[in-house]
């Protein structure tokens, strides 16, 4: 009974020991892109909650003042009357928010005015860039 060997040349083996230098920087190239396409998607999308969580809490605190109207008779001076009992309001039965959640979700307290230029009060957050005006997520989220 004969056995037959096969031949491999010594160049082909070498060539099937590993991947080339170009092979492995491509492959790194495109896990990079995609991971900068992925994470892109998740900072928008963080973005564009923290405009829905801010105008929710534009909302909210809005309806914790018009609650604070009804229990004293009088517009709070300051959102921090939502907090903690002022000495002239006869009525109040808060606290009507945490002192915590008076900040927007970019950690900058709520703008509040009162009287207000449309109503008895103005209420708003600056948005993601901290100023007023912008657009997009920069852009102040107003309570109307």
Known sequence: MKFKRSFKPVAARAAQRGFSLIEIIIVVVLIG???AFAASKIMGGKDSANVKLARSQVQTIAQ?????????????????????????????????????????????????????????????????????????????????
């Open 64 to 144: 914790k003042i018009e609650q604070f109207e009804m229990d004293t008779g009088r517009i709070p001076n300051t959102l921090e009357e939502l907090v903690t009992a002022p000495g002239d309001a006869s009525g109040w039965l808060g606290p009507y928010y945490k002192a915590g959640d008076l900040k927007d979700p970019w950690g900058t307290p709520f703008e509040y005015r009162t009287p207000g230029t449309n109503g008895p009060f103005d209420l708003k957050s600056l948005g993601a860039d901290k100023k007023s005006g912008g657009t997009s997520v920069d852009a102040d989220i107003v309570f109307e």
């Open 33 to 35: 892109g995609i991971v």
